[in-house]
C-alpha cells in the first residue's frame, strides 16, 4: 500500500476522482480510472506520457476505453496523472528512512501550526504592491503566514494544484490560469478578507483562457474558443446555467445571430465548385477526414483551366493582346476573386442532382466559358440561385453585368473568342445540338442576344432583389449611438484595461497591443483592410522608401516625419481600390497620426518589442502588422482571411459586452472586420455636419459611394442636424 508519509494516497486519488471526474465521467469509467491511478501508485510506476503530455490512447487501451472519451476531458485528467508522477519521482529519491527513536517524552516534537479559517492580520495598514506575486507575499506575510501553511489552509486534495504552484505565484514566475486555480485565488482573498477579484486585478491579465472548464460533447478546437468568454466560475454554475452561457457565446459571439450568418453557417457545409489550377483562388476550409470528392470539389478539366487562364491574361495583362480589345483591368485581388466566384457557378453545373447542393449534374469535362452565351444556362442557374436562398440579391445582377460585359460588342472577352465554340457539347436539358450549331453559325449575333438578355433580367432582378447581408447589422448599436467614433473608441479603451502584464504574458500582451493599433490606425484612417494590411514599415532613423517604389509595390508605408514630428501614413493613390476616384486626383493619400489616446506610446512599444516577438525565428515580412509566428504558421505576413480573423478576434475578445463576465465595451455588438470600421467614421461625420462629401473625405470615397454604401443616415439624424440649427432661433 502506499506510504501513509507520502503526499499523494489512495484515498485522495479516490476523493479527486469523485469530485472532479465523476462529473463528466460514467460511473463504471470513473471507478476503473481510480483502480488504474491506485495501482500505479502501489507499484511505483509512472503513467505513460509522450513527450510531456499525457498519452491518452496507452491510458484507453489500458483501461478498455474509447481514446474520445478521455480526450474530452483531458484537462479534468492531467493534474491527478500529474500528481501521480510526482509521487512516483519524489518516492524513488526518497532516502531510506532511518529507524525511527521513540522520544523520552511523550509530547515533545513540534507541533502543526493550526489552520484558522479568518487568521487575524498583524497589521492593518500596508503599502500596495504592484505585482500579483509580491500583493500575494505581502497578504501572507501580514497575516503570519508562510506559502506552505497557506496552501495546507486553501488547496484540497481534489484540487490537484501541487505546493510548488503556490510558491511559483509568489516569486512572480507563473499567473494563476486556470479555473481551479482562479477558485483558489477566491479562497484566499475570502481567508484574508480581501475584496473579491484583488488579485485578479493584480495578475496582469490572462495569457491563454483556462483549459479546464467542464464543458459536455465539446471539440478540442472548440473548447480553446469557448473558454476565452466563460466565466471564472463556470465550473460552480448550476448544469442548466452553464448551457445557456455555452448557447449565448455560441450564438452570439462565436457566430453572430444574423439571419445572413446562419445561412451563410448551412450552406459552408454544402461544398460545391471547380478548382481552377491556373490561380491560387480560396480553398473553403473543410474537415481533414473529408476528401475533396467527397466535399463536393471538382478539379477543372485541362480545356477549362486553360480558359481560365487566357480570360486571365485578358484581364490582368498591362496591355490587351494585339488585335483584341477590353474594358478595364483587373488586379491582383479582383483576378483571384473572379477565380473563386466562376469556381462557385461552374461548381453549380457540375454538382450531382442527388446531392445537398442540387445541382445541374453534368459532366465536368463538357463545362466550357463558351456555356455564358445561353440565356438559357444563366436562367437556370438564376432559378437555382433563387431557390438556395429564398429570394433574388444583388448577387445575381452582379453576375448578370458580368455576363453583358463578357457578350458586349467590342470589348466583351467571349464576343472576340468565337473559336470558343468548338468547345460546347450537348448537355442534355440544358444545351442542344441546334443551340451550338446557331452559336457556331453566328457567334456574334449569339452574343448580342445574351447582352440584351442580360440587361433585361438585371432590370427585372433588381425590381424584386432583396438585402440578405445587412453590412450595418453588426454594428448598429454604434451607429446609432449620438458619437459612433466615440462609441467604437470603447474597444480600444477596453484593450487597455485588460492589457496583459508584458513580464509574466509576453505574447499575449503583443497581441493585444497589435488588436489596439489595428483598431486605433483604421478608424484615424478609414483604410480598406488590404492598405492596411500591405502597410510597410520604416521606423524611427530608417530612409522612407520612394515614393515612385511604393507605387511599384502598390502600398503605403508608415514612417516617421521629422519635419512633422510625427508618424506619417504615406499611400500611392494606385494602391487604392477606387484609385481613379475623384478623391484622389492622382495624388498620393498623406495623413499625420495624431499624438492622442496612448497611440503613440503603443507604435512604439509595438516597434520596439512586441513586433519581433510575434515574427520569433520566422521572416520579417516588412509590414507594420504582422501576426503570430509559430510553429504550424512560420509565416508572419498576413493574408485577406487571416486579417480578417485578427480584427473579428479583437471585436469577439473586448468589444462585445459579455453579461457573464462583465467584460467587453459595447453591448449588442456582434463580430465584424475591418471594413465595418468606414461605416462607423461616415456615419459619424453624417450626424455631425449631414455632409455626403465632408464624410468621403474619412474613407477616402466619393459622396456618391457614401450615399450608397457606407453612411446610415437615418431621418431622426436628419431631423436632429435641422432642429440644432432652427434652435439656435429660441436661444438667443
Not at 484609385?579 to 498620393?588: D, Q, Y
Request: net charge positive; proline share 6%.
Amino acid at each position: 500500500m502506499t506510504s501513509r508519509h507520502s503526499a499523494l494516497t489512495a484515498q485522495r486519488v479516490q476523493e479527486y476522482c469523485d469530485l472532479r471526474l465523476g462529473p463528466v465521467l460514467p460511473t463504471d469509467q470513473v471507478k476503473r480510472l481510480c483502480r488504474y491511478l491506485t495501482a500505479l501508485l502501489e507499484r511505483g510506476e509512472y503513467p505513460p506520457y509522450r513527450g510531456s503530455s499525457l498519452d491518452i490512447r496507452a491510458v484507453a487501451e489500458s483501461l478498455g476505453m474509447e481514446p474520445s472519451d478521455l480526450s474530452a476531458v483531458r484537462a479534468m485528467l492531467k493534474p491527478i496523472f500529474d500528481a501521480v508522477s510526482r509521487e512516483v519521482a519524489e518516492r524513488r529519491l526518497r532516502p531510506p528512512k532511518a529507524p525511527r527513536v521513540r522520544r523520552a517524552h511523550p509530547n515533545a516534537g513540534r507541533k502543526p501550526r493550526p489552520i484558522e479559517e479568518f487568521p487575524e492580520p498583524l497589521n492593518e495598514t500596508w503599502d500596495e504592491p504592484g505585482s500579483f506575486g509580491e500583493a500575494l507575499r505581502l497578504h501572507a506575510a501580514r497575516h503570519g503566514e508562510t506559502t506552505y501553511h497557506l496552501y495546507n489552509a486553501v488547496v484540497r486534495p481534489e484540487d490537484g494544484v501541487h505546493r510548488s504552484t503556490l510558491i511559483s505565484w509568489g516569486k512572480g514566475k507563473k499567473a494563476p490560469r486556470s479555473a481551479i486555480s482562479l477558485e483558489i485565488l477566491r479562497r484566499i482573498e475570502r481567508r484574508y478578507r480581501l475584496p473579491e477579484g484583488y488579485f485578479a486585478s493584480k495578475r496582469g491579465g490572462a495569457e491563454r483562457a483556462p483549459g479546464d472548464f467542464i464543458l459536455h460533447d465539446v471539440t478540442p478546437a472548440e473548447r480553446r474558443r469557448l473558454a476565452w468568454h466563460l466565466p471564472e466560475d463556470f465550473n460552480r454554475r448550476s448544469r442548466a446555467e452553464q448551457v445557456e452561457i455555452v448557447d449565448w457565446v455560441r450564438r452570439v459571439i462565436v457566430s453572430g445571430s444574423t439571419d445572413y450568418r446562419r445561412y451563410q453557417a448551412v450552406m459552408m457545409r454544402q461544398r460545391y465548385a471547380v478548382r481552377f489550377a491556373c490561380a491560387a483562388s480560396p480553398r473553403r476550409k473543410q474537415a481533414p477526414s473529408t476528401s475533396d470528392t467527397e466535399a463536393g470539389i471538382v478539379e477543372a478539366p485541362a480545356r477549362l483551366n486553360e480558359e481560365m487562364a487566357a480570360l486571365l491574361r485578358f484581364k490582368t495583362a498591362t496591355f490587351a493582346a494585339f488585335g483584341l480589345q477590353r474594358n478595364g483591368v483587373w488586379g491582383e485581388e479582383t483576378a483571384t476573386q473572379k477565380v473563386d466566384h466562376f469556381g462557385l457557378w461552374f461548381g453549380a453545373f457540375a454538382a450531382p442532382v442527388e446531392s445537398e447542393v442540387h445541382g445541374f449534374g453534368a459532366d465536368p469535362h463538357s463545362l466550357t466559358f463558351a456555356m455564358m452565351v445561353f440565356p438559357q444556362v444563366w436562367d437556370w442557374y438564376l432559378q437555382w440561385r433563387e431557390r438556395r436562398r429564398g429570394f433574388y440579391t444583388k448577387w445575381e445582377i452582379d453576375l448578370l453585368s458580368i455576363a453583358a460585359a463578357f457578350c458586349r460588342e467590342e470589348t466583351g472577352w467571349l464576343r472576340q473568342m468565337p473559336n470558343l465554340a468548338d468547345h460546347l457539347v450537348v448537355i442534355e436539358g440544358l444545351i442542344s445540338a441546334d443551340d451550338i450549331a446557331a452559336a457556331q453559325a453566328d457567334w456574334g449575333g449569339t452574343c448580342e442576344r445574351m447582352y440584351k438578355h442580360a440587361r433585361r433580367r438585371t432590370k427585372e432582378i433588381d425590381r424584386v432583389a432583396r438585402i440578405h447581408r445587412d453590412p450595418f447589422e453588426p454594428i448598429l448599436p454604434v451607429l446609432e449611438a449620438p458619437s459612433p467614433v466615440g462609441e467604437y473608441r470603447k474597444i480600444t479603451e477596453e484593450i487597455l484595461r485588460r492589457l496583459p502584464d508584458e513580464e509574466l504574458h509576453p505574447r499575449a500582451a503583443a497581441e493585444a497591443i497589435r488588436a489596439f493599433l489595428l483598431l486605433r490606425i483604421g478608424m484615424h484612417t478609414g483604410l480598406r483592410q488590404k492598405n492596411l494590411r500591405e502597410l510597410m514599415l520604416c521606423g524611427r532613423g530608417g530612409l522612407p522608401t520612394s515614393e515612385r517604389r511604393l507605387e511599384d509595390m502598390k502600398r503605403g508605408e508608415l514612417r516617421w516625419s521629422t519635419r512633422d514630428q510625427g508618424w506619417e501614413i504615406l499611400i500611392p493613390a494606385i494602391a487604392f481600390k477606387n484609385a481613379n476616384s475623384s478623391f484622389f486626383g492622382s495624388k498620393p493619400f498623406r495623413l499625420i497620426l495624431p499624438d492622442l489616446g496612448r497611440l503613440y506610446e503603443m507604435i512604439d512599444a509595438w516597434l520596439e518589442r512586441h513586433r519581433q516577438r510575434l515574427i520569433g525565428e520566422a521572416v520579417d515580412p516588412g509590414t507594420f502588422f504582422v501576426k503570430t509566428a509559430k510553429r504550424t504558421s512560420t509565416d508572419a505576413a498576413y493574408g485577406q482571411n487571416t486579417f480578417y480573423e485578427a480584427w473579428r478576434t479583437a471585436i469577439q475578445r473586448y468589444g462585445i459586452y459579455n453579461p457573464w463576465t462583465g467584460k467587453g465595451a459595447i453591448e449588442g455588438l456582434l463580430p465584424h472586420g475591418p471594413h465595418n470600421v468606414r461605416d462607423v467614421l461616415a456615419t459619424h461625420i453624417l450626424k455631425q455636419t449631414g455632409s455626403y462629401e465632408q464624410a468621403s473625405y474619412a474613407i477616402q470615397d466619393t459622396p456618391e459611394m457614401v450615399a450608397q454604401h457606407y453612411g446610415r443616415f437615418l431621418p431622426q439624424d436628419k431631423a436632429e442636424i435641422a432642429a440644432r440649427i432652427l434652435n439656435q432661433v429660441w436661444a438667443a
